[in-house]
């Protein structure tokens, strides 16, 4: 098989999505290499940490048990902190890889389809991580686990529809299983690929019946298609619901920086901003350490820039909106809590927002940036930090002085904050890690789509010259 | 020979490359057989149309889950909120339905969602582990890089002998009997 | 390539589907029926008790009415279990011998009280009065069942939320005329016999004004 | 277990064994474990032999107060679980039932609290025998409300119920460290008294603090009899000393002085914080509030009250105009007035407030007999002389105020008292010294060697509640029993006698003062005996036994106020104080846990005291300027050092306190005070000398470096121009009085752009109002709703936090300048808004909207996601971020009130009117087939508030109390712009300047 050579950048035409030379045969053994080579020191070693990170969870969530969640940072007024930070933080990362899976495929943007498997991936643990912090975040999570659900209890009670956390149950759980859904019909193929590609029979059998006995049939591939182009058209209103009804938990209340209209958008946006950061902050390392050039080419670090960028002004959009409305309303509590954003206690907090999220970005109008992975990742680094504070900004700027003088207070974190935050970091490397190393992290089906066919003259049967929507 | 014909499932040609699958399926449908199928490992444009398969009844099924997925949620929310438990919330209307449309539409793409998956597996029969094809030593490649067209043993006008010299009049790389 | 599944496994692989889905319906339709299960809620299960009062000897039997005892169940929101003093009122004169008895002379003599197993346990977190219930016409019978033919006391009802509100929603199919609530055989039927439960109900409601609330704050506080 | 119940039958009952017994059992078992302590040997002895047969069961037919069996325990012990499946549980009846008893319904009874020796009058609420909550008798002079149910009390009162249940309450005698009995206490105070007899009781002393009791009295008189050489002193470290000296100088003798605010329209108070500090406080406050208080309509006047004082204070707090001086410089601007009301006093200095005192001279000269100057107990006795002299040349006496004979059965000098005590110990004249109650080890000044004169005497005997630095050091430690636990009889401010009865027998093994000292005399009566008989002597008759009667059941005994008496001026007013420049320390009283004795009440620690809003610590008052003057801010320690003494304390900034003043609060830094009030704070007594008790001039501070978190509930001052309290004086009120609604704006129904549910139209629709122009910030109401509510205590920790549990709380604000501001306080109690923004976004549904509009809380279905208090633009919602409710001290489980669910780890609470009062009432009514009528049901705040400020009722009902005020024109809501519709509404709060005063600003 041709080892890849990295791609010179074209000045005229635009990168190709998959480099030179690449065959059906060539693409399968490398993807599938990647699973079927022996186990590297690195992998384990990189496990290893995870698991570590994880336990930082399983400590963070006995001591909550058994404690409270006084030992978080929380008060009155501020009764959400980390947790609930942490939350639309790892919700919001979740959303790039189902935008990209989703949105792009209806988009016909074919350059996805070598990173839309494991932006898939990220979303599954994203939302593993994101839904835990909902459940321990509440003051008797063991009743909370099943009295948010709603069912024919003994004591003729059910959940109250209007509250925006029980739209959170419906949309994160209803989100969490479509992502699923999607990713498994897609690695369907794929996981038949394996069934006959790999060595021992234990694994064939594994993969096979994870196969359920796929045989690329004319007539699979005619109902396999459809079923995935609608789950694609179902998603992506999904998609923009699920943070639209994150933001909600913020929009409903009424407390100032919390109760604007401009909440879903701005969310959306800035979901997708940190999904696509995630995306890169993990794809550059795979990309580096597979050799993957040919699947991940500058094309598509230049168009997930492009993407950042995008919605990165969108997010900027919002802060300044922000800004406005609290003039523009007139309202004394408005006014003093964008006053209180930038020159209270938590002014680091802001400007450092503002730093990560509006200045850094700006440096992706420059090409050469958009093209250096080292400053690309930097730069998606700014951006998950930027995305955090950002909620740390909506959730405890807004809270710590509301209404009331008399019951305004200070947040600090706590050690117990940390533990969670962390721990679930490691839930996610470990199973990111895991992912790459049993399944294809390239969706060998759709990169084959790719490889040109003499028949129809020189062109992939999808249509490569699209650009996509940012440019 | 007719021994032959009941003790097996068909025969599979093998080509080389998507488009000269494309050109034997649409050969074979015009030369009248109907009991056949084609083998790739991606999808290929206009395939499964040339072999007569152009239904599409997946939509149907994704429109049917996500509308009884909407009437549930709606439903749930009526029921509990102004039939079974009224209470006064804030003051607000029982049938405050603006509230109500969330957790209706997330129950819409739940079940649409449902419906995509399910009505994929059940037209494509999936699960099926064992299938004569797998019979075929060289069909391993079909996952990867190998195309295949398979004429059934039922289809009324397949003659082992005559068949076979059919499929390789269309460029087929190497023709085998696939037994049952 | 050689079969890696064999002719078989396709029935299995559906079938095996299909079990899993029965199996996960009927576990969860169990879960949530345990609290209405007799195990959890100890319905119609008699316990021991220190000393083996029977109901039915007393109220069939003897005739006493409830109040003879539950002194306060008109006035307050405590029945009231009778002190020893109530039963030796009888027992200084009757059945002095009887060993089955000693433990309430024991107790009189030594001023140890007698350790009664609570039969009607609500959660602590509910407020219930007797009293404001007796007033507005439901019988003992309605939620104690028929103690008069109880030798040894147990539950009649699971005493769930759901229980309580469904007389709270529609009391009109619970209610007794005021008179009758302490009778233990009173029955919602006319000299023919015919249910008048539906009529009677109704009238009485209008009558004893009675709405009740299914409020929060009516029985949590 | 076994091995120490042989080492108890061994040597005595070990304390460990008793408490080992006492705790660690769950609510059933507890009382058990009595019986276990009662199967001891030592136990039956003491029993058999202390009592005639069945005295324990207390004879005289009271047996209702027999210490009971409790029936369905799980009725007071009510916590959260979630599960259905209940643990098998005991019914345990009564063997005997107790008379007039209707099980599962409380009684109450009433009796009277003692503070500083004066009774208040209370209706003790008891279920199943157990004292629950303290409400006011109102029918007693000391906290009158015509025509309510319950009289008003202060917060002392109110946590005297916390105190009985006090885990750390001694339970045996102890002797020297180790357990003992009575029957050996006996024997030993038999031996000494013995000794005594030889020489008349040379070397007895016996060292009271206050008594007002005509029983114990006259038990001490008998003493004194029997012993005469023997001598007893008082000691009780309030200002009392120069009000009695105050007197001396002025009439030549010491009378008490009475005040009736509700005739006076111009009030002068010099340093004195009449409206919470004295025996009185409960009543004036409530008299100078209606002399306030506004109706559109009806009353359109109020009093004006000028105050001058050293430390701003709750009275500070309401006064029209509140002028802040040093202490020492209150001297000169009382000579000043009094000379200009021609009074021959010299030294008058106003310190540039010439016009400020004109204005007061001529405003108090154009109100004479109907005007009233008072002075704060520990202003020095020429003020007080001075201000009987103003009182009697403006012609107030016999008006606004009256003379009566002292009320304290012997109203000496306690420091001298104690002095002379002191030097005799010292000289080893004395031989026995038996301490009813008081801390004189503790709380002396730093110049007093209590201690070591201690160690000179041969036998010491203590008698007091719990274990304290005093009674650790003496020979025996005496448990005494608790107010509610024994028999006895006390007076209150203006005389009053009000029998005190136990409500239960005694937790632990305790005896009364009156029964200490009959052993003492060598009789063994018991404490119902003796006060019985002592008033049988006293007021015996044919009708004696109805008399009794009545009085227990009134709380008071008729016609036992002191006459008035009249005295003349000697003219004597001491000679002038000068006050120096540079800093003076202004010591006081702590204002919620006193001169310590309430060291060990966790509701008194953690209640914020007025004005600074500091919970758990003391604190060195600067005023800001001062403290920036220093270089000093909050939290930092400095050294203050006066009279050779020093001690280091934090640094409070508190505006409105005079410049170059740190005031400094007594009563913190107790050692052996029990779990909670243990190395709490700073021990001022150290600094305090007694030359100088009051207020020490030439005080210095010097910073060191370190630094100390202060717990403080509110760290902002100001409103941020937000209409929260609204005020206006007045006379703009008359002249446009809708000014108030002018300050905010209230959307009409067209805001709703739904239609919703309005919970006020048919049926009863509960609201309250609160009175700002009433409220002086006293803290009652958040102590009642605490005791009323079993609100758990959470400790310094958390409040640092800000976690703490009040339900109902006192915001307080400042306005205008930092020297001297407006001092506005506010209790804020859940608003019960109608459009509720915290049920809408509660997923479970565990806090919706009742039929009459309250705003429910089902506990036990809140899964605790806290989005309803961040939601609540109040801020009144509180969540139990760890578990705070005590399971494991079962005495103090006795105290809870068992028709409030104690909610457990996780659940969200707040005020919902009382809900519990609200049901109860409802059903008595509806059993009864009446309606309910307005003032049947009483709120704890609303029952507490010496002032009257909050109102409670149906607001549905156009005739009651609430609607009208919710008619006045001062009525408004707060941030009611978020169209919450709140039922909780505010009166604003109107003030009376002098408009001379007010133009020179």
Partial sequence: MASPAPIQEDPTAPAPVLGPGQTYTTITQKISSIITSR?????????????????????????????????????????????????????????????????????????????????????????????????????????????????????????????????????????????????????????????????????????????????????????????????????????????????????????????????????????????????????????????????????????????????????????????????????????????????????????????????????????????????????????????????????????????????????????????????????????????????????????????????????????????VSAE | MTMAENSIYGLMAEYDNPDDLLHAAQGAYAAGYRKMDAYSPMPIHDLSESLGYDKHRVPFFVLLGGLLGACAGFGLQYWVSVIEYPLNIGGRPFLSWPMFIPVTFELGILFAAFGAMLSMFILNGLPQHYHPVFNVEAFESASSDGFFLCIEAEDPQFELSETRGFLEGLHATKVVEVES | MAQLFSRSSNAFARTSIVLVLILVGTAITILLNTNRLKYTSDVEVAKQQPVPFSHKHHVTGIGLDCRYCHTSVEESSFANIPPVETCMTCHSQIWTESPLLEPIRESYRTDKPIEWVRIHDLPDFVYFDHSIHLSKGVGCQTCHGQVDQMPLMWKANTLNMEWCIECHRAPEKFVRPKEEVFNMTWQAVDDQGHNIQAVLGARLVKEYKINPSTDCSTCHR | MSSMTRTAHKDGLELAVIQERLSGKDGQDYWRSLNELADTEEFQEYVHREFPEGASEL????????????????????????????????????????????????????????????????????????????????????????????????????????????????????????????????????????????????????????????????????????????????????????????????????????????????????????????????????????????????????????????????????????????????????????????????????????????????????????????????????????????????????????????????????????????????????????????????????????????????????????????????????????????????????????????????????????????????????????????????????????????????????????????????????????????????????????????????????????????????????????????????????????????????????????????????????????????????????????????????????????????????????MEGRGLVRTGTLEDYTHHPHMIHEMGHVPGEDANFFNGIHTSEEGHAWGMTIDLNACNGCNACTVACQSENNIPVVGKEQVLNGREMHWIRIDRYFKGSLENPELYNQPVPCMQCENAPCEVVCPVGATTHSAEGLNDMAYNRCVGTRYCSNNCPYKVRRFNFLHYSDDHTESLKLGRNPNVTVRGRGVMEKCTYCTQRISAARITAKVGGQELKDGDITTACQGVCPTNAITFGDINDPNSNVSKLKKQNRNYGLITELNTRPRTTYLARLTNPNSEIAQHG
């Avoid at chain 4, 008072?374 to 001075?386: E, K, M, R, T, W």
């Avoid at chain 4, 005079?658 to 909670?676: K, S």
Wanted: proline share 5%; charged share 15%; with cysteine.
């Fill in chain 4, 59 to 718: 004879s005289d037919g009271l047996g209702r107060r027999k210490f009971i069996q409790l029936m369905g325990a799980s009725l007071a012990f009510a916590g959260l679980t979630a599960c259905t499946r209940q643990p098998k549980e005991l019914i345990v009846p009564y063997v005997r039932a107790p008379e007039l008893m209707v099980p599962g319904k409380p009684l109450y009874f009433a009796s009277a609290i003692s503070q500083g020796g004066f009774a208040r009058g209370v209706l003790v609420e008891s279920h199943m025998g157990r004292p629950t909550k303290i409400e006011g008798n109102p029918s007693h002079p000391s906290n009158p409300r015509e025509g309510a149910k319950f009289g008003p009390t202060d917060i002392f009162t109110q946590a005297t119920i916390l105190d009985l249940y006090d885990p750390d309450r001694t339970q045996v005698p102890i002797w020297n460290a180790k357990p003992s009995t009575w029957t050996r206490f006996r024997g030993s105070l038999a031996t000494e008294m013995a000794k005594l007899d030889l020489d008349q009781g040379a070397g007895l002393r016996l060292l009271t603090e206050t008594v007002t009791s005509p029983t114990l009295a006259a038990q001490i008189q008998d003493l004194l009899k029997k012993y005469p050489k023997a001598m007893w002193h008082q000691y009780e470290p309030n200002g009392r000393d120069n009000v009695r000296a105050g007197a001396q100088m002025a009439f030549g003798e010491v009378v008490e002085t009475q005040y009736d605010f509700g005739k006076a329209k111009r009030v002068l108070s010099l340093d004195s914080d009449f409206t919470a500090v004295g025996s009185a406080s409960v009543r004036y406050a409530g008299q100078f509030a209606e002399g306030r208080r506004i109706e559109d309509g009806q009353k359109n006047e109020m009093n004006r009250l000028y105050v001058v004082e050293s430390v701003p204070s709750n009275t500070g707090a309401v006064a029209d105009h509140r002028l802040p001086l040093k202490g020492s410089q209150i001297d000169g601007v009382a000579r000043a007035i009094a000379q200009a009301l021609g009074i021959n006093a010299g030294g008058g200095n106003t310190y540039g407030h010439d016009v400020w005192v004109n204005a007061l001279v001529k405003d108090l000269k154009a109100h004479q007999g109907e005007s009233l100057v008072i002075v704060g107990d520990h202003q020095s006795p020429s003020v007080h002389a001075l201000a009987h002299a103003i009182n009697h040349t403006l012609g107030n006496v016999g008006k606004t105020v009256k003379h009566t004979a002292a009320v304290e059965a012997s109203p000496v000098d306690h420091q001298a008292s104690l002095n002379g005590l002191v030097s005799d110990m010292s000289a080893g004249t004395v031989s026995l010294l038996v301490m009813v109650g008081g801390n004189p080890v503790y709380n002396t000044p730093s110049d007093i060697d209590f201690k070591n004169a201690l160690k000179k005497v041969p036998t010491t005997i203590h008698l007091g509640q719990a274990l304290n630095e005093t009674s650790q050091l003496c020979n025996w430690h005496l448990p005494e029993s608790h107010a509610l636990e024994a028999w006895s009889d006390a007076r209150a401010f203006d005389g009053t006698v009000s029998i005190v009865q136990p409500l239960i027998e005694p937790l632990y093994s305790a005896q009364s003062a009156h029964e200490v000292l009959a052993m003492m005399l060598g009789d063994g009566r018991q404490g119902y005996a003796i006060v019985k008989e002592y008033w049988q002597a006293q007021r015996g008759g044919a009708t004696f036994d109805n008399d009794w009667q009545t009085w227990l059941h009134d709380g008071l005994i008729p016609n036992t106020a002191l006459a008035a008496k009249s005295v003349r001026l000697k003219g004597n007013y001491g000679s002038p104080v000068s006050s120096l420049d540079g800093l003076e320390v202004a010591f006081r009283l702590d204002p919620t846990i006193g001169d310590g004795r309430y060291a060990n009440n966790g509701w008194l620690q953690e209640l914020p005291k007025p004005n600074t809003r500091l919970t758990w610590d003391n604190a060195a008052l600067l005023s800001p300027a001062t403290a920036e003057k220093l270089g000093v801010k909050d939290d930092d320690v400095i050294d203050v050092a006066v009279n050779g003494h020093s001690v280091a304390l934090p640094v409070w900034r508190m505006p409105g306190l005079p410049a170059d003043t740190v005031t400094v609060h007594l009563g913190y830094g107790r050692t052996v005070a029990g779990r909670v009030g243990n190395g709490v704070g700073v021990n001022a007594y150290a600094l305090q000398t007694s030359n100088a008790l009051w207020q020490a001039q030439e005080a210095s501070v010097s910073k060191t470096g370190q630094t100390y978190k202060l717990a403080c509930t509110q760290d902002h001052w100001y």
């Fill in chain 1, 39 to 467: 186990t590297t020191v690195g992998w384990i070693v990189a496990v290893a940490l995870a698991l570590g990170l994880m336990q930082c969870f399983l400590l963070g969530v006995t001591w909550l048990l058994i404690k409270g969640v006084g030992i978080w940072g929380l008060n009155i007024p501020v009764g959400w902190g980390w947790a609930i930070i942490n939350f639309v933080w790892w919700i919001g990362i979740g959303h790039a890889g189902t935008l990209i899976s989703a949105i792009l495929l209806l988009m016909r943007q074919d350059w996805r389809n070598s990173i839309n498997r494991f932006a898939e991936a990220m979303t599954i643990f994203a939302v593993i991580c994101a839904m835990q912090f909902p459940l321990f975040h509440t003051g008797r999570p063991w009743v909370a686990a099943y009295w948010l659900l709603p069912y024919p209890n003994s004591m003729g009670v059910w959940p109250q529809f209007r509250s925006p956390l029980i739209w959170d149950v419906f949309a994160v759980s209803t989100y969490f299983t479509v992502s699923l859904l999607f990713w498994y019909l897609g690695l369907i193929p794929d996981f038949a690929t394996l069934r006959d590609k790999a060595k021992k029979k234990i694994s064939r059998m594994i993969y096979g019946v994870l196969a359920v006995g796929w045989r690329g049939s004319a007539k699979h591939w005619h109902n396999y298609e459809m079923a995935s182009l609608l789950l694609a058209g179902i998603s992506t209103p999904l998609v923009l619901s699920v943070h639209s009804i994150v933001s909600f938990d913020f929009s409903v209340g009424l407390v100032p920086g919390w109760h604007a209209t401009i909440f879903p958008p701005y969310f959306v946006a800035g979901a997708v901003f940190a999904g696509f950061a995630m995306v890169l902050t993990l794809g550059l390392p795979i990309r580096a350490i597979y050799g993957l050039h040919d699947f991940i080419t500058d094309r598509h670090l230049n168009n997930m820039s492009k993407v950042m960028l995008a919605t990165g002004l969108v997010v900027a959009y919002g802060y300044g909106m922000e800004q406005f409305f609290a003039w523009y309303s007139a309202s004394p509590y408005e006014g003093y809590m964008m006053q209180n954003r930038m020159h209270g206690p938590y002014q680091f907090e802001y400007w450092s927002l503002i730093l990560c999220n509006v200045i850094v970005p700006q440096f992706l109008w420059i090409k050469s940036v958009r093209l250096n992975p080292y400053a690309l990742f930097v730069v998606s680094m700014f951006i998950n930090v930027g995305m955090w504070l950002e909620r740390f900004m909506i959730v405890v700027t807004s809270l710590h002085r509301d209404y009331m003088p008399s019951s305004w207070d200070m947040y600090h974190s706590t050690l117990g904050d940390w533990l969670l935050y962390a721990g679930t970091i490691g839930i996610f490397l470990l199973g990111m890690f895991l992912f790459i190393r049993v399944m294809p992290v390239i969706n060998m089906v759709e990169i084959r789509l790719l490889v040109p066919r003499k028949g129809h003259g020189k062109k992939p049967d999808h249509d490569a010259s699209t650009e």
